[in-house]
């Protein structure tokens, strides 16, 4: 039986939202892509957590993870973000860059104002080109801050009936 894990990196909460509402559907494992640096999560200072991604992706950096995730023991990984500057963080890179997703399935996902996924699944693709990407959920973050059950649940009979 294949092994199913929920990766998501969230700063506000949407993401984690749709996260964890897709371990409940599916009984996948769920961790926290954690940043060494943690990012300020207090919606006040929005301006500044703006400021900070763009200078991140301006000068692509890759900023450190605080854990570890065993990719190596799961078959399906989901993987959530939040957009940023119509693109994921810059810490997925660093996620991506760390780990090798050779013969496992990805499941993106991620939570945006009207950006839809950016082109971010392609991005996966190319930056995994050993892997399988299946089709994605862009969830706007209104939606997102309700986790979108109902929603989910059609994707995901869509994409993976057999999960």
């Given at each position: ?7 998501y ?5 949407t993401?984690k ?6 371990a ?8 926290e ?11 006040d ?13 301006d000068?692509d950096m890759r900023?450190?993870?605080k854990?570890?995730?065993?990719v ?5 990984i989901f993987?959530?973000?939040?957009m940023w500057?119509?693109t994921?963080?810059?810490i ?10 050779s013969?496992k399935?990805?499941?993106?996902f991620n939570?945006h ?6 082109g971010?699944y392609?991005?996966?693709?190319r930056?995994?080109?050993n892997?399988?990407?299946?089709e994605g ?10 986790g ?6 059609q ?9």
């Amino acid at each position: 039986m294949a092994k199913n894990l929920v990766v998501y990196f969230s700063v506000y909460g949407t993401a984690k939202n749709i996260a964890e509402e897709i371990a409940r559907q599916t009984g996948a494992d769920i961790m926290e892509i954690e940043p060494a640096v943690p990012y300020d999560s207090n919606r006040d200072h929005y301006s500044a957590l703006a400021k900070l991604a763009k200078k991140e992706h301006d000068e692509d950096m890759r900023p450190a993870m605080k854990n570890e995730i065993p990719v190596a023991e799961y078959d399906n990984i989901f993987i959530g973000y939040p957009m940023w500057w119509y693109t994921f963080p810059m810490i997925l890179y660093t996620f991506f860059d760390k780990y090798d997703f050779s013969g496992k399935t990805i499941i993106p996902f991620n939570t945006h104002k009207g950006s839809g996924d950016g082109g971010t699944y392609r991005t996966i693709k190319r930056l995994e080109p050993n892997a399988t990407v299946l089709e994605g959920l862009p969830v706007e973050m209104t939606a997102a801050e309700r986790g979108d059950p109902e929603r989910i649940k059609q994707w995901l009979m869509r994409i993976c009936p057999n999960l």
